[in-house]
């Protein structure tokens, strides 16, 4: 089949998290399985391309106030998967993807209307998909266009839309001038389409007009449906529930294994795990504690610092925290208030919590095979990369039960020896730091620790068993692949 990826992010091009890490390497998962897969990004600022050659000169974009004029630039294929590139300067390139800490950019919507549209235009010329696989907010409009403006283009008549949900905190809500200015009906603005509380909700319209519709863990699937998780969706979601399927996220092992790390200082597998204490040593000195006892065990975090990622959680039991044997090695970027709440208790106990308020790649991978312990203590996690990544280098996982973190960790249990990590329901200081203390008892014997740890190392969440899971959603839509007819109808067009 033909695949369309359509996102805002995409490995090694452009990341804020881990959609990012999902578009780089699904696409590869897919072409492995024989399909033909294209992704059509954004170019930014920091997007690299050296010497792309320019495949379409200019492209329409209507605006009500103006034409505007992008063009389409060849990222080449790697590994089988075939990017293209729009590139519209005056929105994209810019110092950061969506805004800076000021704040989202204001002409946000103007930004991927631009882009939503123009994958439309460029895909006419370069290879009409027989599935356009759309990824939150940024890309909801191809859904939208799909079924108004374009609904009488031949050309898509038999092209389907699948949407991903990676994250419902993100919809894309505008004034309801939006519409009109990215020439879009009004006949959009009723409450089962796109109006969300008298504004424009791009995601709300994706969910309404996508062929199907999948989020990122089946535990999430089932949690947007409910108002604690729903972030005011989870009326649409759940009328859309027979066309709505989690699917966890997998692992791109050639980016994230101990075994051939680039990133680290001494590479190790779950047969030889000496490496990973030189790497332990290496990560208390990146953050200047290489004077700790390399016994203390250290817990890891890389993180966006947002409200999602439970960091209010450390912030009710940091004096409790400090007065435990162990380290706190925490990297990440993002909110200003997350940012100073770590940063003050790296000031308060400087030998027990170090900070890097940054955003560094290859740290990122030294904590992962440096720490003994990742904590996630996320208020919702709707697949969550780390802790897989962490059960790959033996970093033992502790998290909070929701979302894709409770689909993918199984709690230790020192009776049977059977479990992978640690973790705790209740969204409360007090349920994180007796779930702490539940993995400190743990790593006291450090037989039945390492028993854990290779329980982690030894599960597979590479990405081939979720492709499989997309290709039979795919196959399902497609009218020129049917499977049971009644099927074809029940998502084509209403
Ligand atoms: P989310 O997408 O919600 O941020 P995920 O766990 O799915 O959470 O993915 C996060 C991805 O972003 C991981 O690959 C992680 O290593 C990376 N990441 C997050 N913050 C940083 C940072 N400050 N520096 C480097 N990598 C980061
Ligand atoms: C989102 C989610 C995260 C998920 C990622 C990729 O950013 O917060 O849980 O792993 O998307 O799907």
Known sequence: MKIAFAASECVPFAKTGGLADVVGALPQALAELGHSVSVYLPKYKQTRLPDAKVLLRSVTIPFD???RFCSV????KRSGVQFYFIDYPAFFDREALYGTSAGDY???AERFALYCRAVLEASKVLGVPDIFHCHDWQSALIPILLRTSYEADPVFRGTRTVFTIHNIGYQGIFPPDTLPLLMLPWDLFTIDQMEFWGKVNFLKGAIAFSDHLTTVSRKYAHEIQASEYGFGLEG???SRAGSLTGIINGVDYNEWSPEKDKYIVRQYSAEGLQGKKECKYDLLRQF???SAPIDTPVIGIVSRF???KGFDLIEEIGGDLARLPLIITALGSGEKEYQDLLLKLQKQHPDKIAVKIAYDNGLAHKIEAGADMFLMPSRYEPSGLNQMYSLRYGTVPIVRATGGLDDTIESWDP?????TGFKFSAYSGVALLNCIHEALRAFKDQ?????LMQNGMKKDFSWTASAREYVKIYERLSPSKPGPSEKVLEFSRV
């Open 106 to 108: 204001p002409d946000n």
């Open 65 to 67: 106030d103006q034409y």
């Open 447 to 451: 037989a039945a620790w390492l028993k």
């Open 306 to 308: 947002v409200a999602q």
């Open 288 to 290: 200047g504690l290489e």
């Open 73 to 76: 630039l060849d990222g080449g």
């Open 236 to 238: 649409v979601l759940k």
């Open 415 to 419: 009776t049977s020896a059977k479990g």
